[in-house]
């Protein structure tokens, strides 16, 4: 049976920044854009998750808002979540998200709706463990740092909008 090149195949280094693509058989250097989306072998479309590359990062780019309710189980109002891209084609409603959880303190991830955040930013996050979490989701690109930015505009207007009409309905 043939595996979708939506599912990621994990891959080693071949050497330094350097990956052999399972699918295309194409040798190509992680730092080449024109390649490598961070997530995407863009000649072949194949998803790769690369052992061993995570460490190298820094920072790695993502999106974060604030939990703007009080009504969630398991995150205070105001706690920072590191927002997921979308995972699923509802047009980023539900979200997953990770932050910790009020009690243990502890990093979790939780889906949550959109419409329980606010202020939706950019950030360049430089804990170890987000960065592992999110290495095949988010990346460091100008083009989709640029993207990013777009979406937290978008994200914020979608706030914005949502409770300009909820005080007219008062
Ligand atoms: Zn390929």
Not at 27 to 56: A, M, P
Not at 66 to 80: E, H, L, V, W
Request: aromatic share 10%; with cysteine; proline share 3%.
């Amino acid at each position: 049976m043939e595996k979708s090149r939506y599912e990621k195949i994990r891959v080693e280094l071949f050497r330094k920044d350097w990956v052999e693509c399972p699918t295309c058989k194409f040798l190509f250097n992680l730092k080449d854009t024109s390649q490598w989306s961070g997530l995407i072998h863009k000649r072949c479309g194949q998803r790769l998750e690369i052992v061993g590359h995570k460490s190298e990062m820094t920072f790695i780019s993502c999106l974060v808002a604030n939990i703007a309710t009080d009504d969630s189980s398991r995150f205070k109002k105001g706690t920072k979540v590191y927002l997921y891209p979308p995972l699923w084609g509802d047009g980023y409603q539900s979200i997953k998200v990770i932050g910790k959880d009020r009690e243990t303190n502890k990093f979790i991830e939780m889906i949550v709706s959109e419409k329980k955040l606010s202020n939706f930013k950019l950030a360049k996050v430089t804990k170890p463990d987000i960065i592992s979490r999110f290495s095949n989701y988010w990346n460091n690109n100008p083009d989709s740092v640029e993207a990013m930015y777009k979406m937290a505009d978008e994200m914020n207007k979608r706030t914005a909008l949502r409770s300009s009409e909820n005080s007219m309905n008062k």
